[in-house]
C-alpha cells in the first residue's frame, strides 16, 4: 500500500476553510500533511489522528524563524510545511484557535494580501499598456506587442482574481458588507465584458481585439483546465493505490 499519496487544494484565496476541513478528514484516516506540493499538498499514512489545520501568512527572516515556529509551538500548533509566506500548522482538536477574533483575523488576510496586491497591481498596468499599445501601432511591433500583451494577460487575470478573493475575505472578516457586494458586482461586469469583446470580435477583424478575447478565455480556462486534471489525477490515483 501506498504510504504517501497528493491530494489538490482548492486554492487558499478561494477555499482556505475547505481546505483545512478537508484535511483534518484526511487525518482522521490516517493521512496527514507533510509537505506543499503544486496546487496542492503532499500526505504521508499514519496513524489515525484529530489533527485540525491552519494557515498563517506571514514573511519572516531567516533569523526571525525560530522564534515565530516556537511562539506557534508553545501554543500547541507544530509548523508543517511552508512556501513562501504561507506557513501551514496543525494541532490537535480542542487546542485554541491561531486567529480567535475579528482583529487578528483580519490581520492574517491582511498579510495573506501584501506581497500579492503591489504585484498585482503592477502586472495590471503593464498589461493595460501592452493592449493599448497594440491599438496605437502597426506592423511587426503590433505584432510583437500583441504577443506580449497576450502572455502577461494569461498570468494578470488568474492573480487579479486572486487577490481580489483575498481582499473579499479580509473584508468580510471586517464586516464590510459593501466592499464584498462590489466584489461581487466586479464578477458579473467582467464576464459581461468578455461577452462583449466576443460579440465585438464576430463583427471586427482587428487581430489584436481577436487575440485579447482569446487570452482572457485562455487566462480562465487553463488554471481551471490544470485543476480538473489534478483533481481526475488524484482520484484515479486513489483508486489505484
Known sequence: ??????????????????????????????????????????????K????????????????????????????????IASEGDVHLFRALLGTKPIYSDRETLVEKHDNSGRAIKWFALTLIFITALAWLGTFISIGSLQMTLTIIAGILSVIAIPTSWTMLAIYNNKWKAEGKKGLTTLIKSLAILFLIFVAFLIFFVVDNSSSSV????????????????????????????????
Do not use: C
Not at 48 to 60: E, G, P, T
Not at 218 to 236: C, D, E, H, N, R
Open 1 to 46: 500500500m501506498r504510504q504517501t499519496k497528493y491530494v489538490i487544494s482548492g486554492g487558499l484565496a478561494f477555499s482556505e476553510k475547505k481546505d483545512m476541513e478537508k484535511l483534518r478528514r484526511l487525518s482522521l484516516k490516517g493521512w496527514h500533511v507533510s509537505d506543499f506540493k503544486f496546487m496542492g499538498y503532499i500526505l504521508e499514512k499514519g
Open 48 to 79: 489515525s489522528m484529530d489533527y485540525i489545520y491552519s494557515v498563517d501568512y506571514r514573511s519572516i527572516n531567516e533569523g526571525e524563524a525560530e522564534e515565530y515556529f516556537d511562539f506557534f509551538s508553545s501554543s500547541g500548533w507544530t509548523h
Open 210 to 241: 481577436f487575440i485579447l478575447v482569446y487570452m482572457i478565455l485562455g487566462a480562465v480556462a487553463f488554471p481551471t483546465a490544470i485543476w480538473i486534471i489534478m483533481s481526475l489525477y488524484q482520484k484515479l490515483s486513489g483508486k489505484n493505490a
